[in-house]
């Protein structure tokens, strides 16, 4: 897997197919402005979702993966509540996650009858990235830039 092509993935794992260069939608429409990404950048550091990893939680995972016998003491770590917090983390990545080519990926697993490959854990940085990406893919309509959409009604009077 070459981790710096979006399209490639480990055999089993499910990670984002080809997708359209960016720009390719028609002309006057800017689906994701730069301005839409910071408002979701906003969205996520106010939301509770857990389902995004933080820049944070992501390298102590990383730590974890690396490394799954580290053990978090009063001496490592003095603060009995962040001592918690990362050992539930600890247990709850090794039980959910796996490092493959330095990339997180939730391990494979079987949910209500659904059997879901390894999948790619999106990480804040590029959420808006992959999901912006799948979007074009899909051909979703974007948003219409004020200024040219007048100068088109111009044109045409």
């Keep these: 897997m070459d981790i710096n092509d979006p399209a490639s993935s480990p055999h ?22 730069p301005a839409l990404a910071l408002e979701y950048e906003d969205y ?14 992501r390298a102590e995972m ?5 490394n799954p016998t580290i053990l978090y003491t009063e001496r490592t770590v003095p603060d009995r ?3 918690g917090r990362l050992n ?10 796996v490092l493959d080519d330095n990339q997180i ?13 390894q999948r790619y854990a999106v990480c804040t940085y ?22 040219l959409s007048f100068l088109l009604l111009i044109d045409r009077h």
């Design 81 to 83: 509540n962040e001592r």
């Design 105 to 117: 990926y939730r391990k494979a697993e079987i949910v209500r009858g659904i059997e879901f490959n």
């Design 62 to 66: 990383k730590d974890i993966l690396r």
């Design 44 to 57: 996520l550091e106010a939301s509770t979702n857990r389902s995004v990893l933080t820049s944070r939680r």
């Design 126 to 147: 590029d959420s808006f990235e992959l999901i912006s990406r799948v979007h074009r893919a899909l051909f979703h309509a974007g948003i219409y830039y004020p200024l």
């Design 12 to 33: 089993g794992a499910q990670f984002v197919p080809q997708l359209p260069i960016e720009g390719s939608e028609p002309i006057g429409i800017d689906p994701f402005p």
């Design 88 to 97: 539930n983390l600890k247990s709850w990545t090794l039980k959910h996650f």
